[in-house]
């Protein structure tokens, strides 16, 4: 079975605005700034073999101030900037009552049925608490970027760069082999 590294769209491999605190996720194409710092996390890892996969809730998109069009361009766009081989999306509403709405498990369900991966042998990138919870009810492991949007709910490593956090999936990697065989 395949593994695959899970990132979080907005606040890790695309910078966001901050108002208070809430992050404010583009609303097009011309707001949509891909996280330079991502691009060679994401080729060393994709060189190592892992997928690299996008997660991303866009109520925008239900509430009608982002078109859908527009969010694929955005995607457009961060494939083209970055090694990413795929992007899962939750379009709903918190009230909606979505599974693939993080912190469900729908979205990296669907991924591993997709891709035949094993979860247990997959990791969580994120900035916020939604991820982490989503990871640790499918058995992944998450690594948070230091943030004020990690909460106080479960995480299994918290580190202040994507560097740190590429190094620490690097580094894991041979102990979940052992683990499994």
């Known amino acids: 079975m395949k593994s695959a590294v899970f990132f979080e769209r907005d606040g890790v491999l695309n910078l966001v605005e901050t108002q208070g605190q809430q992050q404010i996720a583009p609303k097009c194409v011309e707001e949509f700034r891909p996280n330079p710092d991502a691009k060679p996390v994401l080729a060393r890892l994709k060189r190592a073999g892992f997928l690299i996969l996008v ?41 909606d009552g979505c599974p693939c709405r993080k ?16 979860l247990e042998q997959c990791f969580v990138v994120s900035d916020k608490w939604h991820d982490a919870q989503a990871a640790h009810r499918v058995g992944a492991i998450s690594l948070l970027l230091q943030s004020p949007w990690i909460g106080k709910g479960h995480h299994d490593v918290v580190l202040p760069t994507l ?19």
């Open 103 to 118: 912190p469900q498990t729908g979205l990296l369900t669907e991924a591993a049925f997709k891709y035949h991966l094993n």
């Open 163 to 181: 560097e740190a956090i590429g190094e620490k999936i690097l580094s894991s990697r041979p102990n979940l082999a052992a683990a499994v065989s």
């Open 55 to 95: 997660t991303t809730n866009q109520p925008g998109v239900a509430h009608g101030y982002i078109p859908r069009r527009e969010l694929d361009r955005m995607h457009e766009l961060l494939r083209g900037c970055l090694p990413v081989d795929d992007i899962f999306v939750c379009i709903h509403d918190g009230v």
